[in-house]
């Protein structure tokens, strides 16, 4: 129980004692660490430069805190201390130089806590001046002298540089502050030799000035190289030419001693103290020979010129003609335009042409070859040979060319009259150039040159007939023989339409309901033709249809009032004219057996309303009839047995066309003579209604001082009495006509009264 009392409060006292135990080493703050450079960021050289690393740390501990400074350069690590102390870190840069530019950082750590400061740049400038020095200043081709450039003070990574009259010869790099170098001179004379070197301190560089020059003196050595040729004068080709290349006053204490033997870039032969060759003199070979001589870095050279005359020149191939085509005779010329007379004689100078086995033959003149032009390119080469001596001429491609084919005539498009449109002419096969050339009929129109394969012949022209345009032909040349032509121009030219006529069946104005309407559109002009009819106030037309005939039909079948309107057609062709005709207005009129109906109808009426109004007529008259009194008079009897009838009425006395004689033995129309009955029934029918009237006669005694009656024609009196409205009336209703009476019966009295003035009648109903 002790020892447990005695653990709980070890740990309660750690608890309240943070500086203490485990916690203790973690009681402070790295607040801050900073870096700088003293005396300056910039300096120069040889200045003493140091870096104080100040680290700022908050602690409560008893305890000591150990800490771990590292200081950077551009990433590197170029210094680590440890240190127990809270006071700043020094780190020195003695006499700094321009290698210790560059950019540092200061790092500490605490326990396992770092903290990295802000990154200072020093810059240092100024560099020391090299110094050189040569062990030697007399020196001899080709002998060597050792150069040392030294930069006192200097460090890092540093570039040498070794100049001879102020041209670079040499460079090294090396971590120390001096370089040296071997040197050799080829050339004989004064040589000024100095120095320079470069600090890289990255990413930038440095560079010093020049050091202090050094003359070096260099002697020449008696050593030449000769070269001699043979022959040495007048050297043709073919001859031999022998050459030797040595070297003189070479002391036996040389060694690595080399001689070549050149020409041009072609080496002939080498060796250490004599080289010779032999070869075949060539014109075309470079003249230029050399003898090189090598000892180390010392070289001497001996050169020579060799002019070689031509025995004959190089070939030339030629064609005639310039232009030749495929089958035709051909003629190829291999002709050395220079040849040595004094060496050469002409026979025996030969040509042969490269391959054998060309399809030319030589003929009797040398170098000429002759033969038919083959069918696809072939190259020809001349081989011209005399004493050992070949030379071939350039190789010639002879390119047969194809004659042109007869050209094809042809319409692009459309051909319209009055229009402009373009003529093709066009061969199938033949050699570029081609010269088209358009004729009309005789007369040279236009020529068109064709020099690329998708270039085309294309003419313009205008025709104003359809038989024109056959009067076009074609003409394709492209060599200076005769040019074929072409056929005539045969294609389809197209006629603009002209205005199109609406032809009406039935005609205007006899269309009545139930007839089938064709609207006839006609125009003149190249078919096919679309024609289109419409109706006025639509912008749809009514029916389209497209034919090869000039004219065409729309049918309306069945008419009827809604078909009354303006209509009228339009139509194009090929030349895309549009043509539209005259307006032509419809009216639909009623059908004939509608027109009959009507009239049958109204006829019907009128019959009706005449017979009601004859009933009516009839019946007023009955009750006058009754009403009436009739008085007749005798008069003494006459010579022509007439009698005078008297009328007396109250009412109206109508004129009749039939007169019925009641309680009379005979009828006044019994006796009556059928022709003079037929007169005056047609004339009262045809001017009168057909009202009938009943008369009652009385007899009278003659009055023999009435005017007696006349027989045949005389003219019968008729007198009405007893008339309430007096002679007026009488007036009123015309004069009494006056009728025959038959002799067998001179008492029976007749008449037909005949109305001339209607106004008292009585109005018919229709």
């Not at 495929?326 to 002709?335: H, P, S, Y």
């Not at 096919?528 to 106030?537: C, E, M, Q």
């Not at 009641?662 to 129309?669: I, K, N, P």
Request: net charge negative; hydrophobic share 35%.
């Amino acid at each position: 129980m002790g020892l447990l009392l005695l653990l709980i409060s070890t740990l309660l006292s750690s608890y309240f004692h943070p500086g203490r135990g485990v916690d203790a080493r973690r009681s402070f703050a790295l607040r801050d660490i900073t870096l700088s450079i003293e005396p300056s960021t910039d300096v120069t050289r040889d200045t003493n430069v140091t870096l104080r690393c100040r680290a700022n740390v908050s602690s409560s501990g008893q305890e000591i805190l150990s800490r771990e400074y590292t200081i950077y350069k551009d990433s590197n690590t170029v210094y680590t201390k440890t240190s127990s102390s809270s006071e700043d870190l020094l780190y020195p840069l003695p006499e700094v130089r321009v290698s210790n530019t560059g950019k540092y950082k200061c790092k500490i750590n605490i326990d396992g806590t770092n903290k990295t400061s802000r990154a200072k740049k020093l810059t240092v400038t100024g560099l020391s001046k090299p110094v050189l020095h040569l062990n030697k200043g007399v020196v001899s081709e080709g002998e060597e002298i050792t150069a040392k450039c030294t930069v006192p003070g200097e460090t890092g990574s540093i570039f040498f540089y070794f100049y001879e009259d102020s041209k670079e010869i040499l460079e090294k790099q090396v971590i120390s502050n001096q370089a040296e170098a071997k040197l050799r001179f080829s050339s004989v004379g004064i040589h000024k030799i100095h120095c320079a070197y470069t600090v890289l301190v990255t990413p930038d560089s440095f560079k010093s000035e020049e050091s202090n020059t050094v003359t070096v003196s260099v002697k020449e050595l008696p050593i030449t190289a000769v070269l001699e040729i043979f022959p040495k004068s007048k050297i043709y080709e073919g001859d031999q030419l022998h050459i030797l290349c040595t070297v003189r006053n070479i002391l036996n204490s040389f060694e690595s001693v080399h001689l070549y033997l050149s020409q041009g870039n072609q080496l002939l032969s080498s060796g250490d103290n004599k080289v010779n060759h032999s070869m075949i003199a060539l014109a075309k070979d470079p003249g230029a020979f050399e003898c090189r001589f090598e000892m180390g870095d010392v070289v001497k050279i001996n050169s020579e010129m060799v002019s070689v005359t031509e025995l004959f020149s190089v070939p030339t191939l030629t064609t005639s003609p310039a232009e030749v085509f495929q089958n035709e005779r051909m003629t190829l010329t291999c002709k050395s335009e220079i040849s040595a007379a004094e060496r050469l004689r002409r026979e025996e100078l030969t040509y042969t042409l490269d391959p054998p086995d060309s399809p030319l033959h030589r003929r009797d003149s040398i170098g000429v070859f002759s033969g038919n032009a083959l069918q696809y390119d072939f190259n020809y080469t001349c081989v011209a040979q005399a004493k050992g001596i070949v030379k071939h001429s350039e190789t010639l491609t002879v390119r047969p060319k194809v004659a042109v084919s007869t050209p094809k005539i042809s319409v692009v498009g459309r051909a319209i009259i009055g229009q402009p449109f373009k003529i093709l002419c066009q061969s199938d096969f033949g050699s570029l150039p081609i010269n088209y050339t358009l004729w009309k009929d005789y007369d040279q129109v236009s020529t068109i040159t064709v020099k690329q394969l998708v270039q085309q012949a294309l003419f313009t022209a205008t025709v104003t007939k359809p038989d024109e345009i056959s009067k076009y032909m074609c003409e394709a040349q492209n060599r200076p023989k005769a040019a074929p032509l072409s056929k005539r121009l045969n294609a389809t030219v197209i006629v603009p339409l002209t205005l199109p006529t609406l032809t009406v069946i039935p005609h205007l104005p006899e269309i009545s309901e139930g007839d089938d309407l064709y609207l006839i559109c006609g125009v003149k002009g190249t078919p096919p033709v679309t024609f289109k009819w419409y109706r006025a106030g639509t912008d749809q037309p009514l029916y389209t249809n497209t034919s090869e005939r000039s004219s065409m039909d729309y049918q309306v079948p069945g008419l009827s009032k809604e078909h009354s309107g303006t209509y009228y057609c339009e139509a194009h062709n090929r030349a895309n004219n549009v043509v539209r005709s005259d307006r032509v207005t419809i009216e639909v009129r009623l059908a004939l057996w509608k027109k009959a109906m009507i009239g049958g109808f109204c006829l019907l009426t009128l019959s009706v309303l005449v017979v009601v109004c004859v009933l009516c007529f009839r019946s007023k008259r009955g009750k006058r009839e009754a009403a009436a009194e009739l008085s007749v008079k005798p008069s003494s009897p006459k010579s022509d047995d007439t009698l005078t009838v008297n009328l007396t009425h109250d009412t109206e006395v109508y004129n009749a066309a039939t007169v019925r004689v009641d309680r009379a033995d005979v009828s006044v129309w019994s006796e009556r003579p059928p022709e003079a009955a037929n007169d005056e029934e047609s004339s009262v029918v045809s001017n009168e209604p057909d009202v009938e009237y009943t008369e009652v006669v009385h007899p009278r005694p003659v009055d023999p001082a009435r005017v007696p009656l006349r027989k045949g024609t005389d003219t019968v009196y008729s007198e009405l009495q007893n008339s309430p409205h007096g002679a007026a009336d009488l007036h009123d209703y015309g004069s009494v006509e006056y009728a025959e009476l038959n002799s067998e019966q001179p008492e029976i009295n007749h008449h037909r009264p005949e109305v001339n003035n209607h106004q008292d009648l009585p109005v018919p109903v229709d």
